[in-house]
Structure formats: structure tokens, C-alpha cells
């Protein structure tokens, strides 16, 4: 017979001596014994495979270990995990759809540093996330305080569905390199948190409300001296706080070869006497696996492992802890085995369903036809009853499976109680593919299906017309439609968290109205918004009543449903230019307006925030188009300059509004890298904040005109930049590039020639204030020569497939859009764009190029113009998304670098191409403001170059 043997984790070795011994018998009688069935390898997977952590640099140990430490968290509906971005090189909070079973990126970085271990607890009460956070060591440290182990705190946004990190974190906890650090909060408010180092069980809590404040660590009364691979795990139960840790080393006396569990009361003191330290009567010798939970009763469960060898001994066992006194917090200990050393099960960890009287225990079990568990294998199941523990026999029932990999362990899930509303998610990791998986389960039969119950909040609920309120939706039981009447005329509004605008003074009842398949619900606030007249002096904030942009390469389509404004001037006439349109009803003014201030929330940022033009009120939100838009003059009232996503930028319109009346403005912008606002549709509608009073007029002048170049010769494409020399006291600019394409009225415009040939420049430039002007020509100033043929040897390519993908419309498929986007979405906007092209590489004929280029014709610049990776080609144009996109492997193929607008990007691919076949890169990028590449679909499509 032939067996596999494995050591099991830290076993000594007089272990390891009794397992062969044990073997020796069992291969003996095997032999004397009748021939038996084997156990058959499976052929299939259980569970859901998940994204690879393989990157660069070596996360340590497992990714989702340690033992008593929690990875995963349910908030507002949904699962959250702590996962380990092979792209980003960072930890970061990833979001479980579970219709399709895959992880998002939530779009926040919980830890930078790559060799760390996370501790999670979700505090439903306060809404606040707490991540502990420690590089990762097998073995206890020797150095007993340190600034590694950190916490962070963060709070969720329900509407944007965010996380985002609070002030003055992340907090140093005081401990080095360990193999474990766990957090609970007790019932006054307290953080504690537990870890080993210098063979020491090591303790320490906040002194704070804000959880920055805590107490310098001490050394657990009466933990005594531990063994090198021992752990201490935490928790809360009903009024106390309990430590628990092995203590394995069997030469310190009294603490040696057991369990101990220490109780301290809420409230109290750090001394010895307030603690109160026993064993935990397992009857067997310890090993350092321990994962602990409590129910709202006080009672603890823990997922246990000995330290035993003889086959029929327990390996795994689930302990109970029953409170007898919720004064002393004295409790009774009853048991259950899980599995035997035979059953090879290991890492267990424990899951309470207290609506269904369930404890989960998960541990790592052999996959057949082995028979040892201890290096990995599958993820396996029992379940108990919490009131009396009872498991059946046997390894448990596989939730978890790779049946190419027998290395699947270290399974985590959550602190929280679950139940049948939240289902059960687990997740383990694979070490040899380096990738994660989880399994999601339901649990019971569920409560009875009810309808949703309306609630909401609204703010601010008082102010002067206009009055801008934001509405949010508070209803409980998962509501699917909405229905908000603001009670003051205007049509009903049927998203879920809308804002809306009083323009009239008055009181207003507000009512919400929900439904979902199960029922519906309504709730009306009486007198729940007061509007005021507006001010007569100071200032008052208006927001626009349409907004749109429009699009010269869709001359013909209305935008106006958009969440964003975009502002974009292209590089060429038949480039694409973004212009946005916004219309402001004002009224209630009682004074004279002294200054107007246009305020834009910014989405995406750019060199060129815009400049803003009073344009004519001809037009309407649901019909503007490029084609039908209203003229925009020469003289612009105001500029943005540069700005910062996720902030909002003031222009100063200096006296353009001149008292009540309905004010239309234009957006434009001289630079090719578009500047991205959100719209009155989306979560920040544009403002115009008034104030009352007179204004005065500008100075007078005498104009010049002047300008430069750069370049002035190349071949084509050319893209050149031009600057405005002209006297400081000019306001309107008309550039003629002398190639027949439109003029520009821009300052400083960026302009791409595209036909060989010897062009003339001339600039004209005027003064508002007297309509003076004056002209520059420069003849023959930009010599255009032929784009140079590839070099001999060359073969070239275009994509058969293109398209990208974005993650806050994960179900939509952009194969026939003109552009290629990449972005790397951020707490501020999480909206995230990867790019796919596929090549079919043909006429090489068995031999391997001796060079490949990805050349992209760049449209909006970017700092970071992306990483090319080599990915599946299992993807249609027509079909992906990003919910089915292949996945990014850890290593790039190459890098493009910062990019400008109107020229090629050439991006080596070293050997990715080895021959003849079917190749699919991705491309993405890790800053926020987005590169935007033509598509297949363009005049400048992508080109696979290859060197022969």
C-alpha cells in the first residue's frame, strides 16, 4: 500500500515517531487483510475560486491566516473582506457580489505593507470599522513593544457604500512582529487587544472615547512563560473580557502542557487582581490553534486543537464555556470532539447562527486520497447545536475544494454572529496557486418574507429659498422601488437617495413611499422642511435646474441624464471635444449682486479645470446636443486652473449674474486631459452661490500679440503646443492653424497635425472692455513631415477585440465605444476602468520575434498611461464586462508611463509574443486620473508591432 505522510504542524518529534510507528501497523495489517476500495481523487471543485494574490513580493505565510484572527465582516446587506491586491501590492476592502460569487474592489487600502495579517471587527452600534493590523511571524517575537502592530479605524458611507479612514489613525498598539493580534471592544467602549512576544501573553486597551488613547502594554497577571509558538486570542462576552492561549511547553510548572482562559471584569483595573486566570479542562496537551466567539448570553465557544498523536485521540475539539455568573463572570466548560488525530483536521475556527442554534466549525481536512490534512487540503464543515454540543463523526463535509491542489487552509470568516438573512461566507487560500476561494451558505429556513418598513432622514431641514435638502432613505427590509413626494408640487422622484431644491418659500410635508416583492410601506413628515425668503443680503447658493455635456464626435446626441459634466479640447478636428452646459434660476434676490461664484464637485482631476462663458438660455436638458448647443463667445468670466478629485473648485464670475433671472453658462477647457464634474444628477450638484451688492468695471488697455510653439517640425501626427505671448489685458483669443481645421479660441492650445506639409500660425487677439485687437502671422512657422514606415522586418497588427471595462457598471459591455479607458478608482470616486485587446499574430512561421510593441494613440494625457498584463482569451468584444473580465496575473509585461494627448505611446512588451497564436493583454492603471487611448473602432487603432 502506499502512504502519503505529512508532518503535521509543529508536531515534535517524539509525534512524528509515534505517527510512523502508527503507519508501520496499519501497512501490516493492510497487508494481512482483504483488499479495500481507496478513496478515489475527486474530478471536480467545491466552492467559488476566487483572485490570485501572487505578486512580487512575498506576503509571508498564508494570506489568510492566522487562527484566531477574522478576515471577512457583513455590513448593510452585504460581505466584506480584508484581501491582498496582487495589483496594487495592498491590502484593501473588497465587496462580495453575490448574484455572480466574485470580489470587487471597494476602492480603500486598509494596509500598505504587503507582509501583514489583519484582526476585523464591525461595530454595527457605532458604524465604525476596526482593522488591526501586524507584520506576520511564525514565531513569538523576542522584542517586546514596537510601532508594528497598528489599528485603524474607518467609517461607512450607506450612500456611496465606502469606506473611508477616520482622523488621527491608524494608532501604534505597542506590539513587534507577531504571529497574531486580535481586537474586541467590551461593553463600556473599550479596544482590547492580545498578542505573544518574548514568551509573554501581552495586553493592552484605549482609555478614550476616540479610540486613539490607549494604555501602555502589560504582561497578562498570571500567564506565566510560554512556548515560541504559542498565541493569546480575545473576547467580549456579556460584561467581560476573556483571554485565552495556549501554553504548550511542558517544563514551566505550573502553566505547562494546557489551556488557559483569563476573565476580567468591564470597567476595571489593569492589576493582577483584576484578573482571574484558570486551564481549561481539555484533558489533552495543547497546540496553539484557538478561535473564539461569544453569544449574546455570555457564553464562549471556542475551536480548539491538541497537540495529541494517538490516532483515536481528539484532534480538534469544540469547547463551551457556560457563564454561571454574571457577576464574577465564573463559567462551567462542556465539549464536543470534531475530529480525531486519524480525522487530520486542522485550523479550525468557529461561527455562531444563534437564530438557528447552530455553531459552524470549519477546519482544514484531508483531500482524498490522502489521508493528512496538516500541510492543506480541502476546507471541511460540522455543525453543532449551540445549546448542547453534539458533532458527528468524521473529517466533515467539503465546502471548499481544488481538486488540481491539496494545499487549501487557513479558513476565516467573521467575529459576527450570523443568521439566515446574512447566509454564512467563508474564505481559505490555496498557497501553491496563490489563490483565494470562499464558500457561501445559506442558513435555515429564513425569517417569514416581509415587506420593507419606510424611513428616512433629510438635511438640512430649514433655510432660505433656494433651499438645497438631501434626502436619505433609512427603510428596513431591503426596499427595491422608491417614491418621494417633497410636497411642493414637483413631480415624484424615484431614486433612493435624491436631492432636492425648494425654490419657494413655505412649509412642506415630505412622504416616502417603498415596496419590494414581499409588500410596501409609506411614512409622511409633517412640516418636515421650512423654506424661508431668500436674502436680500449676503450670500445665497443656488443649485442649476438642467445640465449637460455635449460630445463633437456624437454631434447629434443629448447627454443630459449624466452624472458627469466633462470638459475636454481635443487635438485635432476630427479629435473629440467636451463642452458642458449648466442653466441657474435665480431668484429672491432683494439687493444688487457684487459677485457670483460658480461651484463644480470634482470627479476627476485635470491641469485645466475650464473657463466659463455666459452663453444664451436657448436649450433645454433633455435635448442640447453639440449640434443644437447654444454659440459660445470669445470672452470667457472666469477660470478654474488645475484641480483635485474629490473636491469642490470656486470660479469667480465676478458680476456675470446681475440680479434675478434665469443664467446659462458654458464650460470649456484648453487642454487635452479631461476635467470631470458631477452634475445635478449625480451626488454634488453645481452650485451658484450669489452674493448682494454693486460691482465695478475693468481697466482699460493697449493689446500686443506674440506667441510660441513647441514642436515646431516632426512627422505626422504632430502634436504641438501653443502659448499666448499677448499683452496680460487681452480677454479673447483666435488661433488659425492654417490646416484648415476650426479655429480656437483657447489661450493656450494644444493642436495635432496630421498631413505632411509647411503650415503659417496667426494669432488674433482682442480687449472686452474696447473691443481693440491685435494680430500675429507667423509664416511657415510648423513643418509636418510624413510619418516615417516601420522599420524593415516589421510585421504590424490591429486588435480583433477591444473594450473596456468599469466597475460601477459591472453588467455593461463597452465593445463598440471609440476609446479605451483606464482608471484607478479611490474613496472619492471608486470608479474603476480596466482595458482588453486581443490580436491575432500571424506570419512568423514558427520563428519568435526579436522585439513586440503595444502602440496606443493616446486622447486624454494621464501621469500614468497604464501597465500592460498578458491575460485569458477566453473574452468576446461584444460580451465582457466586468463582471466576467479575465482576471490580471501579479507581473506586468510592461509599462507605459506618463502620456501625452494626439501623439502614439510605444510600450515594450519584451517576450511576450512567442509566436504565431491568439494574444490578450489588459491594461490598468494605479492613478486616479484616467488615460483615455483610441479604440479599433477610430482612425488611429491599436498596433501590435513586432520586430522579425
Same mark, same amino acid.
Given at each position: 500500500?502506499?502512504?502519503?505522510?505529512?508532518?503535521?504542524?509543529?508536531?515534535?518529534?517524539?509525534?512524528?515517531?509515534?505517527?510512523i510507528?502508527?503507519?508501520?501497523?496499519?501497512?501490516?495489517?493492510?497487508?494481512s487483510a482483504?483488499?479495500a476500495?481507496?478513496?478515489?481523487a475527486? !474530478?471536480?471543485?467545491?466552492g467559488?475560486?476566487d483572485?490570485?494574490?501572487?505578486?512580487?513580493?512575498?506576503v509571508?505565510?498564508?494570506?489568510?491566516?492566522?487562527?484566531?484572527?477574522s478576515?471577512l465582516?457583513?455590513?448593510?446587506?452585504?460581505?466584506?473582506?480584508d484581501?491582498?491586491?496582487?495589483?496594487?501590492?495592498?491590502?484593501?476592502?473588497?465587496?462580495?457580489?453575490?448574484?455572480?460569487?466574485?470580489?470587487?474592489d471597494?476602492?480603500t487600502?486598509?494596509?500598505?505593507r504587503?507582509k501583514?495579517r489583519?484582526?476585523? +471587527?464591525? @461595530?454595527?452600534?457605532?458604524?465604525k470599522?476596526?482593522v488591526a493590523?501586524h507584520?506576520?511571524?511564525?514565531?513569538s517575537s523576542t522584542?517586546?513593544?514596537?510601532?508594528d *502592530?497598528?489599528l485603524w479605524?474607518?467609517?461607512y458611507?450607506?450612500i456611496?457604500h465606502?469606506?473611508?479612514?477616520?482622523?488621527?489613525?491608524p494608532v501604534n498598539?505597542?506590539?513587534? #512582529?507577531t504571529?497574531? +493580534?486580535?481586537?474586541?471592544?467590551?461593553?463600556?467602549?473599550?479596544?482590547?487587544?492580545?498578542?505573544?512576544?518574548?514568551?509573554?501573553?501581552?495586553?493592552?486597551?484605549?482609555?478614550?472615547?476616540?479610540d486613539t488613547?490607549?494604555?501602555?502594554?502589560y504582561?497578562?497577571?498570571?500567564?506565566g512563560?510560554?512556548?515560541?509558538d504559542?498565541i493569546?486570542?480575545?473576547?467580549?462576552?456579556?460584561g467581560?473580557?476573556?483571554?485565552q492561549?495556549?501554553a504548550q511547553?511542558?517544563?514551566?510548572?505550573p502553566y505547562?502542557?494546557n489551556?488557559w482562559?483569563a476573565?476580567h471584569k468591564?470597567?476595571a483595573?489593569? &492589576?493582577?487582581?483584576?484578573?482571574?486566570a484558570?486551564?481549561i479542562?481539555?484533558g489533552?496537551?495543547?497546540?496553539?490553534?484557538?478561535?473564539l466567539?461569544a453569544?449574546?448570553?455570555?457564553?464562549?465557544?471556542?475551536?480548539s486543537k491538541t497537540?495529541?498523536?494517538t490516532s483515536?485521540n %481528539?484532534?480538534?475539539? +469544540?469547547?463551551?464555556r457556560?457563564?454561571t455568573?454574571?457577576t464574577?463572570g465564573?463559567?462551567?466548560w462542556?465539549?464536543?470532539?470534531f475530529?480525531?488525530?486519524a480525522?487530520?483536521?486542522t485550523?479550525p475556527?468557529v461561527?455562531?447562527?444563534?437564530?438557528?442554534?447552530?455553531a459552524h466549525?470549519?477546519?482544514?481536512?484531508?483531500?482524498?486520497p490522502?489521508?493528512?490534512g496538516?500541510?492543506?487540503?480541502?476546507i471541511?464543515?460540522k455543525?453543532s447545536p449551540? =445549546?448542547?454540543l453534539?458533532?458527528p463523526?468524521?473529517?466533515?463535509?467539503?465546502?471548499?475544494?481544488d481538486?488540481t491542489?491539496?494545499?487549501?487552509?487557513?479558513v476565516?470568516s467573521?467575529?459576527?454572529?450570523?443568521?439566515?438573512?446574512?447566509?454564512l461566507?467563508a474564505?481559505?487560500?490555496? #498557497?501553491?496557486?496563490k489563490?483565494?476561494w470562499?464558500s457561501?451558505?445559506? +442558513?435555515?429556513d429564513g425569517p417569514p418574507?416581509?415587506?420593507?418598513?419606510?424611513?428616512?432622514?433629510?438635511?438640512?431641514?430649514s433655510?432660505?429659498?433656494p433651499?438645497?435638502?438631501?434626502?436619505? @432613505?433609512?427603510?428596513t427590509?431591503s426596499?427595491t422601488?422608491?417614491a418621494?413626494?417633497?410636497?411642493?408640487?414637483?413631480?415624484?422622484?424615484?431614486?433612493?437617495?435624491?436631492?432636492?431644491?425648494?425654490s419657494?418659500?413655505?412649509?412642506?410635508?415630505v412622504t416616502?413611499s417603498?415596496s419590494?416583492a414581499?409588500g410596501?410601506?409609506s411614512?409622511t413628515?409633517?412640516?418636515?422642511i421650512t423654506?424661508a425668503?431668500?436674502?436680500?443680503?449676503?450670500?445665497t447658493?443656488?443649485?442649476?435646474v438642467a445640465?449637460?455635456?455635449?460630445?463633437?464626435?456624437?454631434?447629434t446626441r443629448?447627454y443630459g441624464?449624466? &452624472?458627469?459634466?466633462?470638459?475636454?479640447?481635443g487635438?485635432?478636428?476630427?479629435?473629440?471635444?467636451y463642452?458642458?452646459?449648466?442653466k441657474?434660476?435665480? =431668484?429672491?434676490?432683494?439687493?444688487?449682486?457684487t459677485?457670483? #461664484?460658480?461651484?463644480?464637485?470634482v470627479?476627476?482631476?485635470s491641469?485645466d479645470?475650464?473657463?466659463v462663458?455666459?452663453?444664451a438660455n436657448?436649450?433645454a436638458?433633455?435635448?442640447?446636443?453639440?449640434?443644437?448647443?447654444?454659440?459660445?463667445?470669445a470672452?470667457?468670466?472666469g477660470?478654474?486652473?488645475?484641480t483635485t478629485?474629490?473636491?469642490?473648485?470656486?470660479i469667480?464670475?465676478?458680476?456675470?449674474v446681475?440680479?434675478n433671472g434665469?443664467?446659462?453658462?458654458a464650460?470649456?477647457?484648453t487642454?487635452?486631459n479631461s476635467?470631470y464634474?458631477?452634475?445635478?444628477?449625480?451626488?454634488?450638484?453645481?452650485?451658484?452661490?450669489?452674493?448682494? *451688492?454693486?460691482?465695478?468695471?475693468?481697466?482699460p488697455?493697449q493689446?500686443?500679440?506674440d506667441?510660441?510653439?513647441?514642436?515646431t517640425s516632426?512627422?505626422?501626427?504632430l502634436a504641438?503646443?501653443?502659448?499666448?505671448?499677448?499683452?496680460?489685458?487681452?480677454?479673447?483669443?483666435?488661433?488659425?492653424f492654417?490646416?484648415?481645421? %476650426?479655429?480656437?479660441?483657447?489661450?493656450?492650445?494644444?493642436?495635432?497635425?496630421t498631413?505632411p506639409g509647411?503650415?503659417?500660425v496667426?494669432?488674433?487677439?482682442?480687449?472686452s472692455?474696447?473691443g481693440a485687437?491685435?494680430?500675429?502671422?507667423?509664416?511657415?512657422y510648423?513643418?509636418?513631415s510624413?510619418? %516615417?514606415?516601420?522599420p524593415?522586418g516589421?510585421?504590424t497588427?490591429?486588435?480583433?477585440?477591444?473594450?473596456?471595462?468599469?466597475?460601477?457598471?459591472?453588467?455593461s459591455?463597452?465593445?463598440?465605444?471609440t476609446?479605451l479607458?483606464?482608471?484607478?478608482?479611490?474613496a472619492s470616486?471608486?470608479?474603476?476602468?480596466?482595458?482588453?485587446?486581443?490580436?491575432?499574430?500571424?506570419?512568423l512561421?514558427?520563428?519568435v520575434p526579436?522585439?513586440?510593441?503595444?502602440?496606443?494613440f493616446v486622447?486624454?494625457?494621464?501621469?500614468?498611461?497604464?501597465?500592460?498584463?498578458?491575460?485569458?482569451?477566453?473574452w468576446?468584444?461584444?460580451?465582457?464586462?466586468?463582471?466576467n473580465?479575465p482576471l490580471?496575473?501579479?507581473?506586468s509585461?510592461?509599462?507605459?508611463?506618463a502620456?501625452a494627448?494626439?501623439?502614439?505611446? @510605444?510600450?515594450?512588451l519584451?517576450s511576450a509574443?512567442?509566436?504565431?497564436?491568439?494574444y490578450?493583454?489588459?491594461?490598468?492603471?494605479?492613478s486616479?486620473n484616467?488615460?483615455?487611448?483610441?479604440?479599433?473602432?477610430? !482612425?488611429?487603432p491599436?498596433q501590435?508591432v513586432?520586430?522579425t
Amino acid at each position: 500500500m502506499s502512504i502519503r505522510l505529512t508532518l503535521l504542524g509543529r508536531l515534535r518529534l517524539p509525534v512524528l515517531a509515534a505517527l510512523i510507528a502508527a503507519a508501520a501497523v496499519l501497512a501490516l495489517s493492510a497487508a494481512s487483510a482483504a483488499p479495500a476500495h481507496a478513496a478515489t481523487a475527486p !474530478t471536480t471543485d467545491i466552492g467559488h475560486k476566487d483572485q490570485s494574490y501572487a505578486d512580487a513580493y512575498d506576503v509571508g505565510g498564508s494570506i489568510t491566516g492566522t487562527k484566531p484572527e477574522s478576515k471577512l465582516w457583513f455590513n448593510d446587506g452585504t460581505w466584506w473582506s480584508d484581501m491582498y491586491s496582487a495589483t496594487l501590492g495592498v491590502h484593501r476592502i473588497y465587496k462580495l457580489n453575490r448574484a455572480t460569487e466574485t470580489w470587487s474592489d471597494a476602492g480603500t487600502t486598509l494596509d500598505s505593507r504587503p507582509k501583514t495579517r489583519s484582526d476585523i +471587527l464591525w @461595530d454595527s452600534a457605532t458604524g465604525k470599522l476596526y482593522v488591526a493590523s501586524h507584520s506576520y511571524t511564525s514565531q513569538s517575537s523576542t522584542t517586546t513593544t514596537g510601532t508594528d *502592530g497598528k489599528l485603524w479605524r474607518y467609517s461607512y458611507n450607506p450612500i456611496s457604500h465606502t469606506y473611508s479612514v477616520d482622523a488621527g489613525f491608524p494608532v501604534n498598539l505597542g506590539s513587534a #512582529k507577531t504571529e497574531t +493580534l486580535v481586537i474586541d471592544r467590551d461593553t463600556t467602549g473599550r479596544l482590547w487587544a492580545t498578542w505573544t512576544a518574548n514568551l509573554q501573553v501581552w495586553v493592552t486597551h484605549s482609555t478614550s472615547a476616540g479610540d486613539t488613547s490607549w494604555v501602555t502594554p502589560y504582561v497578562l497577571p498570571g500567564s506565566g512563560t510560554l512556548n515560541a509558538d504559542d498565541i493569546s486570542s480575545v473576547v467580549a462576552f456579556k460584561g467581560f473580557i476573556g483571554i485565552q492561549w495556549s501554553a504548550q511547553d511542558k517544563t514551566t510548572t505550573p502553566y505547562s502542557g494546557n489551556e488557559w482562559f483569563a476573565v476580567h471584569k468591564d470597567g476595571a483595573g489593569d &492589576t493582577a487582581a483584576d484578573w482571574s486566570a484558570s486551564t481549561i479542562p481539555t484533558g489533552y496537551s495543547p497546540d496553539d490553534h484557538i478561535n473564539l466567539k461569544a453569544d449574546a448570553d455570555g457564553n464562549v465557544f471556542i475551536a480548539s486543537k491538541t497537540s495529541e498523536s494517538t490516532s483515536t485521540n %481528539p484532534l480538534i475539539f +469544540l469547547l463551551k464555556r457556560t457563564l454561571t455568573s454574571t457577576t464574577t463572570g465564573a463559567g462551567t466548560w462542556t465539549k464536543a470532539v470534531f475530529g480525531t488525530v486519524a480525522d487530520s483536521n486542522t485550523r479550525p475556527i468557529v461561527v455562531l447562527d444563534p437564530t438557528d442554534d447552530q455553531a459552524h466549525v470549519f477546519a482544514t481536512c484531508p483531500q482524498p486520497p490522502y489521508t493528512s490534512g496538516q500541510s492543506g487540503g480541502d476546507i471541511c464543515e460540522k455543525v453543532s447545536p449551540m =445549546s448542547s454540543l453534539s458533532l458527528p463523526a468524521g473529517q466533515g463535509t467539503p465546502v471548499m475544494r481544488d481538486h488540481t491542489s491539496q494545499d487549501m487552509n487557513d479558513v476565516t470568516s467573521t467575529k459576527q454572529p450570523v443568521s439566515p438573512t446574512t447566509g454564512l461566507v467563508a474564505m481559505a487560500n490555496d #498557497k501553491t496557486t496563490k489563490l483565494y476561494w470562499h464558500s457561501d451558505e445559506p +442558513l435555515g429556513d429564513g425569517p417569514p418574507p416581509t415587506g420593507p418598513t419606510a424611513s428616512f432622514t433629510a438635511t438640512p431641514t430649514s433655510g432660505t429659498a433656494p433651499l438645497v435638502v438631501q434626502f436619505t @432613505d433609512t427603510s428596513t427590509g431591503s426596499p427595491t422601488t422608491h417614491a418621494w413626494n417633497f410636497g411642493d408640487g414637483t413631480p415624484v422622484d424615484t431614486t433612493a437617495n435624491p436631492q432636492h431644491t425648494y425654490s419657494t418659500p413655505g412649509t412642506y410635508d415630505v412622504t416616502l413611499s417603498v415596496s419590494n416583492a414581499n409588500g410596501s410601506d409609506s411614512v409622511t413628515q409633517s412640516g418636515l422642511i421650512t423654506v424661508a425668503s431668500g436674502s436680500t443680503s449676503g450670500q445665497t447658493t443656488f443649485t442649476d435646474v438642467a445640465d449637460a455635456p455635449v460630445k463633437s464626435t456624437s454631434a447629434t446626441r443629448n447627454y443630459g441624464t449624466d &452624472t458627469s459634466l466633462r470638459v475636454r479640447q481635443g487635438t485635432s478636428s476630427t479629435d473629440t471635444f467636451y463642452h458642458s452646459y449648466l442653466k441657474f434660476d435665480v =431668484s429672491g434676490l432683494g439687493g444688487t449682486p457684487t459677485d457670483a #461664484k460658480l461651484r463644480l464637485f470634482v470627479t476627476d482631476a485635470s491641469p485645466d479645470g475650464g473657463r466659463v462663458f455666459s452663453v444664451a438660455n436657448t436649450w433645454a436638458e433633455s435635448t442640447i446636443t453639440w449640434a443644437s448647443a447654444p454659440a459660445i463667445g470669445a470672452t470667457s468670466i472666469g477660470s478654474a486652473g488645475t484641480t483635485t478629485a474629490g473636491a469642490w473648485v470656486e470660479i469667480d464670475l465676478g458680476t456675470a449674474v446681475t440680479g434675478n433671472g434665469t443664467y446659462s453658462f458654458a464650460l470649456t477647457n484648453t487642454s487635452s486631459n479631461s476635467a470631470y464634474y458631477s452634475s445635478r444628477e449625480g451626488t454634488n450638484a453645481p452650485q451658484l452661490v450669489v452674493t448682494a *451688492g454693486g460691482g465695478s468695471p475693468p481697466p482699460p488697455g493697449q493689446p500686443t500679440a506674440d506667441f510660441s510653439a513647441t514642436p515646431t517640425s516632426g512627422s505626422a501626427p504632430l502634436a504641438t503646443t501653443f502659448t499666448s505671448l499677448a499683452s496680460s489685458d487681452v480677454d479673447g483669443w483666435t488661433w488659425d492653424f492654417g490646416d484648415g481645421s %476650426p479655429v480656437s479660441h483657447a489661450q493656450n492650445p494644444a493642436h495635432s497635425y496630421t498631413t505632411p506639409g509647411t503650415y503659417d500660425v496667426t494669432l488674433t487677439v482682442s480687449r472686452s472692455s474696447d473691443g481693440a485687437t491685435a494680430t500675429s502671422t507667423k509664416n511657415g512657422y510648423i513643418t509636418v513631415s510624413a510619418t %516615417p514606415p516601420p522599420p524593415s522586418g516589421t510585421l504590424t497588427f490591429t486588435p480583433t477585440a477591444d473594450a473596456h471595462v468599469k466597475s460601477s457598471s459591472p453588467s455593461s459591455n463597452y465593445g463598440t465605444a471609440t476609446t479605451l479607458q483606464i482608471r484607478q478608482g479611490d474613496a472619492s470616486n471608486p470608479v474603476t476602468y480596466v482595458t482588453y485587446l486581443k490580436f491575432a499574430v500571424s506570419g512568423l512561421n514558427g520563428a519568435v520575434p526579436t522585439s513586440a510593441r503595444l502602440r496606443l494613440f493616446v486622447t486624454d494625457a494621464s501621469t500614468d498611461g497604464g501597465s500592460v498584463f498578458r491575460v485569458g482569451d477566453a473574452w468576446t468584444e461584444t460580451t465582457l464586462n466586468w463582471n466576467n473580465r479575465p482576471l490580471l496575473p501579479a507581473t506586468s509585461v510592461g509599462t507605459a508611463g506618463a502620456v501625452a494627448a494626439g501623439a502614439y505611446v @510605444d510600450i515594450d512588451l519584451g517576450s511576450a509574443i512567442t509566436g504565431d497564436g491568439t494574444y490578450s493583454f489588459a491594461i490598468a492603471s494605479s492613478s486616479t486620473n484616467s488615460a483615455i487611448y483610441s479604440s479599433r473602432e477610430t !482612425t488611429n487603432p491599436p498596433q501590435l508591432v513586432l520586430g522579425t
